[in-house]
């Protein structure tokens, strides 16, 4: 297969590719470093946004639950956005290959990590919303770690800007809540709660859930739809409360981090201390026990 020249860098495989883009791995000529290599394969303006954005939220942002950016390369009337290579498998693939009561076992530490970087993202200032988190955008790093990736339709939530009609070509049906497909809507923190919720949803189940304006039509409930596969109720109870169909009535964040079963043990309760006794107390106890021994080897003494 032939790969295109990139300068700087050698191009080793393909990582991935698509209808719009492909991804592919490689190394750096100098330094070595492994890399992955993020082009379009289409001449989409939308697609080039896209891109963009995703560098400009890349060079902005620094976790260790997100990729590294490298640097961006125009070739050859082609852009490149070159990133940190992650030996990894994407969330979607890791859900395909556990069992049911593995995924039980050890989503929660996963969906945690996924807390944590959604909540930096929208600590930020302007906050970032990714929009599109779903189960191919999570890599699953050999020791339980992850990376966020594509943040090509994320956006800087500023004042009260109304979400793009064209997002609705690019986001994911399965993951997106109602309001991510409306002009006359806002997107917020609670968007990528509900994208959270239905990754939850998948993660548990290993079915992917129906698209928002499906469950809505047909009076589906994701809690009790999780009930009915078999689903611990906690679970279930979780997963609903992160994708109701209104965002001001799903759970927060940190709600959803501390309701992961598993993740937030009970405190034990502890056991009582006995009561000390007074230091000075006891030193006058001490001494009137040696005072009286002593009187009573007095009292042995022959003619006393």
């Known amino acids: 297969?032939?790969?295109?020249?990139?300068?700087?860098?050698?191009?080793?495989?393909?990582?991935?590719?698509?209808?719009?883009?492909?991804?592919?791995?490689?190394?750096h000529r100098e330094d070595g470093q492994e890399v992955a290599i993020k082009t379009l394969l289409v001449d989409d303006p939308s697609m080039q946004r896209a891109l963009a954005n995703e560098w400009e939220v890349l060079c902005r942002v620094e976790h260790e639950y997100l990729v590294n950016e490298r640097e961006i390369i125009e070739s050859n009337d082609h852009v490149y956005l070159v990133m940190e290579f992650v030996d990894?498998?994407?969330?979607?693939?890791?859900?395909?290959?556990?069992?049911?009561?593995?995924?039980m076992e050890?989503?929660?530490?996963?969906?945690?990590?996924?807390?944590?970087?959604?909540?930096?993202?929208?600590?930020?200032?302007?906050?970032?919303?990714?929009?599109?988190?779903?189960?191919?955008?999570?890599?699953v790093l050999p020791n339980g770690d992850i990376k966020l990736i594509d943040f090509g339709i994320a956006r800087a939530l500023v004042g009260d800007s109304k979400t793009e009609v064209a997002l609705k070509g690019f986001a994911s049906a399965a993951y997106a809540p109602l309001e991510q497909y409306s002009a006359q809507s806002t997107t917020s923190a609670a968007s990528d709660v509900y994208s959270l919720g239905a990754t939850a949803?998948?993660?548990?189940?290993?079915?992917?859930?129906?698209?928002?304006?499906?469950?809505?039509?047909?009076?589906?409930?994701?809690?009790?739809?999780?009930?009915?596969?078999?689903?611990?109720?906690?679970?279930?109870?979780?997963?609903?409360?992160?994708?109701?169909?209104?965002?001001?009535?799903?759970?927060?964040?940190?709600?959803f981090r501390q309701r992961i079963p598993g993740m937030r043990k009970s405190e034990k309760l502890a056991t009582p201390t006995?009561?000390?006794?007074?230091?000075?107390?006891?030193?006058?106890?001490?001494?009137?026990?040696?005072?009286?021994?002593?009187?009573a080897i007095v009292m042995l003494i022959p003619g006393q």
Do not use: F
């Open 274 to 295: 006995p009561p000390q006794a007074d230091s000075s107390n006891t030193k006058w106890l001490v001494a009137l026990v040696i005072v009286c021994i002593l009187l």
């Open 1 to 27: 297969m032939d790969y295109p020249d990139l300068p700087g860098y050698e191009i080793t495989s393909v990582l991935g590719q698509g209808a719009m883009g492909c991804v592919y791995r490689g190394r």
């Open 88 to 103: 990894s498998v994407p969330l979607s693939t890791w859900i395909d290959t556990h069992s049911r009561q593995q995924r």
């Open 201 to 255: 949803y998948h993660l548990i189940s290993g079915n992917l859930p129906e698209p928002a304006i499906d469950m809505l039509t047909h009076g589906h409930q994701p809690e009790k739809m999780l009930l009915d596969m078999g689903v611990e109720p906690v679970w279930a109870a979780l997963v609903g409360a992160a994708m109701r169909p209104k965002a001001p009535q799903r759970i927060s964040l940190d709600d």
């Open 106 to 139: 050890l989503g929660g530490p996963i969906l945690d990590k996924m807390c944590q970087v959604l909540q930096y993202l929208h600590s930020q200032d302007p906050q970032v919303i990714v929009r599109d988190l779903k189960p191919d955008n999570v890599l």
